[in-house]
């Protein structure tokens, strides 16, 4: 089974608008980490944002922030006055003890930011 | 330097041929992984280090492939009588500590690999 789906395979977006990517994820582990990281076209993985599962509040890095809805087991990300230079692939992973702490990856996202 | 650096960049190989490619984490991760990512698609685990160890190699496709870490820095990649479906990005990260699901893992930029 998936540990991590990611529904939307593209996105538009106007420039300065906020965009919601969704992320659901599959464990039983009570304790777990759910990170986004984002893939330009030139290819290199940019780490963005963490939430850990016992966290209370919603993790916030800037523009983006994280929707954590634990009981649905969602953890969207929303980027908040998109830039053209927004406009990449985007990547929900999760870490858990029971998979040795391995980075489980979603099919990926991408968004296009149009001026 | 401060990141993960991978090398080479692009690799382009016959079929056939051996191919090599290495991976020098952030100083001081102890933790070392290798992913593949095919053209358009996510990334697939191949195999992770915890020192020089590599106790899940559960994810490398096939015995063609190989990798080891020495010094608990260095890692290579070996991928031998390459195929096309192996031609992909291959990428390599590095975390501070194996266990934890707090640390992120930070990645290289990694290699192309082209099999023609």
């Known amino acids: 089974a998936q540990k991590i789906t990611q529904t939307q395979p593209g996105m538009f977006v106007q420039e300065k608008e906020a965009v919601t990517l969704d992320c659901t994820y599959d464990?039983?582990?009570?304790?777990?980490?759910l990170f986004w990281y984002k893939q330009p076209s030139s290819g290199e993985m940019i780490f963005l944002i963490y939430?850990?599962?016992?966290?209370?509040q919603n993790a916030t890095e800037g523009r983006y922030s994280l929707n954590f809805q634990k009981a649905r087991k969602s953890a969207n990300l929303v980027i908040s006055a998109s830039q053209l230079g927004d406009s990449a692939m985007y990547f929900c992973?999760?870490?858990?003890?029971?998979?040795?702490?391995?980075?489980?990856f979603g099919a990926g996202t991408t968004v296009t930011v149009r001026a | 330097g401060a990141g993960v650096s991978q090398s080479p960049s692009n690799k382009v190989t016959e079929k056939g041929k051996d191919v090599e490619l290495r991976c020098d984490p952030i100083?001081?991760?102890?933790?070392l992984y290798w992913y593949r990512q095919r053209l358009g698609q996510g990334l697939e685990f191949l195999i992770y280090?915890?020192?020089?160890?590599?106790?899940?190699k559960s994810g490398l496709p096939s015995d063609r492939f190989s990798a080891e870490r020495t010094g608990e820095s260095v890692s290579t990649l070996t991928i031998q009588r390459t195929q096309q479906e192996d031609s992909a990005v291959y990428l390599c990260?590095?975390?501070?500590?194996?266990?934890?699901?707090?640390?992120?893992?930070?990645f290289g930029n990694g290699t192309r690999l082209t099999v023609t």
């Open positions: 100083s001081g991760h102890t933790a």
């Open positions: 990260a590095s975390s501070l500590a194996l266990t934890g699901v707090h640390s992120p893992l930070h």
């Open positions: 939430q850990g599962s016992y966290d209370q």
């Open positions: 280090f915890q020192g020089n160890s590599a106790p899940d």
């Open positions: 464990t039983s582990d009570p304790s777990y980490g």
């Open positions: 992973a999760m870490r858990e003890r029971s998979n040795d702490y391995k980075l489980s």
